[in-house]
């Protein structure tokens, strides 16, 4: 995260993300695959499968493969082998940005769902950090959903509602306002509203 300071001279808390450029694998339509979407590739690596060579054809060989369902009128005009770079975004558009959000490992239910323990004083002789009873008479097992302890984190998130701050084209660099999740280096679908 960084900050910059907007056009009344407020510092903005925003978060900068290298928005590599993607390249068009494939177009799906309607009338072929009963949808309309666009995959593209992120990043690159050495090796891959000779089907996913052939797939790719001669664009390279990429790391992701991500598919965006739905094509609005814009996105008519691309063709495979084209690049979407960070310039599709200006200073002002509104974006979500979706990501994996960083993994805890397992907690327990005061960390995970802020429960608050038992009591500390007045004679009370049971562990602080249990979350009590979990069950009734009837149907006598644990219903689903029941909040406990287990795994926190590492599922995808959405924050909606971001404001772009700047694009720098040249760097591949896009400043939103506020925080996104995910570790540092993580990847993330940042799109338009």
Same mark, same amino acid.
């Given at each position: 995260?960084?900050?910059?300071?907007?056009?009344?001279?407020?510092?903005?808390?925003?978060?900068?993300?290298?928005a590599?450029?993607?390249?068009?694998?494939q177009l799906?339509?309607?009338?072929?695959?009963?949808?309309s979407? *666009?995959?593209?590739? +992120? $990043? /690159?690596?050495?090796?891959t499968?000779?089907?996913?060579?052939?797939?790719? !054809?001669?664009?390279?060989?990429?790391?992701?493969?991500?598919?965006?369902?739905?094509?609005k009128?814009?996105?008519t005009d691309?063709?495979?082998?084209?690049t979407i770079?960070?310039?599709?975004?200006?200073?002002?558009?509104?974006?979500?940005v979706?990501?994996?959000t960083?993994?805890k490992?397992?907690?327990?239910?005061?960390?995970?769902?802020?429960?608050?323990?038992?009591?500390?004083?007045?004679g009370?002789?049971s *562990?602080?950090?249990? +979350? $009590? /009873?979990?069950?009734q008479?009837f149907p006598?097992?644990?219903?689903?959903? !029941?909040?406990?302890a287990g795994?926190?984190?590492?599922?995808?998130?959405t924050i909606?509602?971001?404001?772009v701050?700047?694009?720098?084209?040249?760097?591949?660099?896009?400043?939103?306002?506020?925080?996104?999740?995910?570790?540092?280096?993580?990847p993330?679908?940042?799109?338009?509203?």
């Amino acid at each position: 995260m960084s900050q910059v300071f907007d056009a009344a001279g407020r510092v903005v808390p925003v978060t900068v993300i290298e928005a590599t450029p993607n390249v068009v694998v494939q177009l799906r339509t309607q009338e072929k695959d009963g949808y309309s979407a *666009v995959q593209v590739g +992120i $990043g /690159s690596k050495k090796r891959t499968s000779k089907a996913m060579k052939g797939h790719m !054809k001669d664009l390279g060989i990429f790391q992701v493969l991500k598919e965006f369902e739905g094509t609005k009128s814009g996105d008519t005009d691309l063709k495979v082998g084209d690049t979407i770079k960070v310039d599709i975004f200006a200073a002002g558009d509104m974006v979500r940005v979706s990501g994996l959000t960083k993994g805890k490992g397992f907690q327990g239910a005061v960390k995970r769902h802020g429960f608050h323990g038992m009591p500390a004083s007045h004679g009370a002789h049971s *562990v602080l950090r249990h +979350i $009590g /009873s979990i069950g009734q008479r009837f149907p006598q097992h644990t219903l689903k959903g !029941k909040r406990m302890a287990g795994h926190m984190g590492n599922v995808r998130a959405t924050i909606r509602g971001l404001k772009v701050m700047l694009v720098d084209s040249e760097n591949n660099l896009l400043a939103v306002k506020g925080a996104v999740p995910g570790n540092n280096g993580a990847p993330l679908e940042v799109r338009t509203h």
